[in-house]
């Protein structure tokens, strides 16, 4: 008997720490904020207008913050302070933006524009005090709550340059940074990037 008991107790540990910890569980619709990327039954998709958008029409839910895709530059530039760097590339200029934090790293926001319209935006650091997030996804959110929000990415990568995890949602223009479990930054770009 004492045998089949340490058995039993064998298997349920090893149960218990083989799970797929990529585990997450759908919540319900209403309680989502519009414009926001979820997972339903159906799969990822952006929330707007009180349905889900799974294939196309996501462009309302590409944003950071209250800057979005496409939008004007002259706008994004209202709403932050002067950036601290710009650096010209081939699809435009990206413009360097610190963000207020309590920690000792600033974060910041990386926005590319084309033609005087956001191409793509970037945030990326440890955390900041400013009310910058991605379908409710902030800096520092833990990964179970990533899963809750998005569900499984298409492909995790290892970023060896922040010794931290890459997950990718394509056929979405998102992708999230992880350091030590934790978003450390999150990156959106136009659909035809």
Known sequence: MKYFSLIILIFSVFRVCCQDTLMYSIKKTDTIPTDEFRIDSVGLGCFSNKTFEHSGGYLRCLRIGSINIKMKQNEVEKMLKDPVKIIENDDGQTFIYLLPTSEEYY???????????????????????????????????????????????????????INGLLWDYTPFPFSIEFVNKKVYSIKVSDIKE
């Open 107 to 161: 974060p910041y926001l990386a926005i590319t524009y084309k033609k005087k319209k956001v191409l793509s935006i970037q945030l990326t650091g440890f955390s900041t005090t400013s009310d910058f997030s991605f379908s409710s996804i902030t800096l520092g959110t833990h990964y179970k709550k990533v899963l809750e929000i998005l569900g499984k990415p298409h492909k995790i990568t290892k970023v060896p340059d």
